[in-house]
DNA sequence: GCCTCCATGTAATTGGTTACATGATTCT
DNA sequence: AGAATCATGTAACCAATTACATGGAGGC
């Protein structure tokens, strides 16, 4: 018996999971380090989360377990219904979920500490985002998308890409905002 | 007695109530529709969150109640304990959140639907993008920073304005992606 | 008198993280 | 033999949303 009743609406991690088994079969294992890799940019998810969704997912027809392997090993691949159910999230729902932007929250009381503390907070900004800037760059150069899924891949990192330049430029134009008038 | 013990860490709410009395004393309605506003672009909570936390503060004495007004209204100032521990939160901690992108998470799967479908879904984006845009632009031509607070409000703005510009040209180029090539 | 808005609170549920728990396989 | 990694699962807790619940004040 599962403790979700059948006609309920499934949550975002469900369609995440439909989506990456969309591509290729895998295990809980797998799915979580995908979360921990390029996904956990745009989603992260722990296996303590995955594991208890997967089992509902098989138990709702969405996915069916292909393989067992070692160390009880379980690899699923979506069905037919769990293709549709993916399918619909993405023609028919729209995204909507609260923001919860932190960095530009903090942002909004920095008038509360000094110009200096307040500086080093949006340089500490810029100076992450031009590193992450550096590893994206690096990815995109080395990368052909040729097929569908991978040109799918593409786009998100260029949305990367663009977001953490504007990011870099912003947090260093704030950082002069609280720049001291040169005192001697 | 609280539920909390006395030596737990502060959640982020609870400092952003405290950054949001730092300005201004105002009562658990107030800051609600402060959610509800600008400021819920960047961070959002419902009443039901918000006057339990808004309990803690108190008991924790990071918070006063200054006033008492018409229906039950309390007004809140914050302290100088808890004006320390805003303080304290802005410049020993950094954020440390995992990203929750839905939108950009679905871009990873519109592979699995229709070229068409899929454009349409970058398209509703580029358009909303846009419509948001202009509302900032409103807003930041309309707006003359003066006060340290005002300043931090710009700076807030400008990222919302320059990210905003990125999704909507980004969502367009990644329409593009999705074009027919000119089928009659 | 009725409707809307102001104003506060609690209860129930879902989503998500951390901690607990176990065991097999592979590498050195 | 011991360590690292693979692999799955549950329990406890915190964060957040939705629903439930109540009542006062002001406008029409």
């Known amino acids: ?16 999971l439909l989506g990456m088994l969309a ?3 895998m295990s809980g ?23 208890p969704e997967l089992a ?12 067992a392997g070692a160390r009880g090993r ?5 069905t037919p219904a769990g293709r549709t159910e993916l399918q619909r999230w993405l023609i028919e729902t729209r995204p909507d979920r ?14 509360t500490i000094t110009p200096d503390d307040a500086r080093a907070y949006f340089e500490a900004i810029a100076a ?6 550096a590893r994206y760059e690096a990815i995109a150069n080395s990368f052909e998308a040729t097929t569908p899924e991978e040109v799918a891949y593409r786009i998100a990192l260029e949305s990367g890409l663009r977001h953490t330049r504007v990011t870099a430029e912003w ?7 609280y720049s001291q008038p040169a005192t001697t």
Chains 1, 2 share one sequence.
């Open 1 to 16: 018996m599962s403790s979700k009743t059948p006609g309920e609406k499934l949550s975002v991690l469900a369609h995440a």
């Open 23 to 25: 591509g290729t079969p």
């Open 29 to 51: 294992y797998d799915l979580t380090q995908a979360f921990d890799g390029s996904l956990g940019f745009v989603w992260s998810a722990k296996h303590a989360q995955i594991y």
């Open 56 to 67: 509902w997912l098989l138990e709702a027809g969405h996915i069916e377990q292909t393989q």
């Open 74 to 78: 379980k690899v699923y691949a979506i």
């Open 98 to 111: 609260s923001p919860r932007q932190e960095a530009l929250l903090r942002s909004f009381f920095m008038w």
């Open 128 to 133: 992450s985002a031009r590193e992450s800037l």
């Open 171 to 177: 947090a260093s134009w704030a950082a002069h905002h």
